[in-house]
C-alpha cells in the first residue's frame, strides 16, 4: 500500500513540474510576442516617419511652384483691375451722356406694324 501512495505521490509531483515547465513555456512565449509586438511597432512607426518626411517633401516642392503661381496670378488680377478702372473713369461721361440722349430725346412715330383703318 505504501508503495501505491508512493507511486501515487510521484506522479501527482511529476504532473505538478510539467506544469510548471507548461506555465514557464506560456510566460516565455508570451515575452517573445510581446517583444516581437514592440519591435514590430517601432519599425511601422520609423517607416510611417520616413514616409511623412518623403511627402512633406514633396508637398514642399509642389506648393512651392504653387506659391508663385498664386503671387504670379494675384499680379495679373490687380493689372487686368488697374485697366478695367481706367477705361471706366475714361468712358463714363460719354456712356452716360449716351443714356441721357437716348431717353431724353423722344422722336415719336408709329410702329411699323401699325396700319391705318380706313
Known amino acids: 500500500m505504501a508503495s501505491q501512495s508512493q507511486g501515487i505521490q510521484q506522479l501527482l509531483q511529476a504532473e505538478k513540474r510539467a ?16 517583444t516581437a509586438k514592440e519591435e514590430a ?14 511627402f512633406k517633401t514633396k508637398e514642399a516642392a509642389a ?10 496670378v494675384d499680379r495679373d488680377t490687380a493689372e ?7 477705361s471706366y473713369r475714361g468712358n463714363r461721361e460719354k456712356v452716360l451722356g449716351e443714356l441721357l440722349r437716348l431717353v431724353c430725346d423722344i422722336k415719336p412715330e ?9
Open 41 to 54: 511597432q517601432a519599425e511601422i512607426e520609423q517607416y510611417r516617419l520616413q514616409r511623412e518626411k518623403e
Open 110 to 118: 408709329f410702329h411699323v406694324n401699325y396700319r391705318v383703318a380706313g
Open 63 to 72: 506648393l512651392g511652384s504653387h506659391g508663385n503661381s498664386a503671387v504670379e
Open 19 to 34: 506544469a510548471e515547465k507548461v506555465a514557464e513555456a506560456r510566460k516565455r512565449k508570451n515575452r517573445r510576442l510581446k
Open 80 to 86: 487686368r483691375m488697374g485697366q478695367i478702372q481706367n
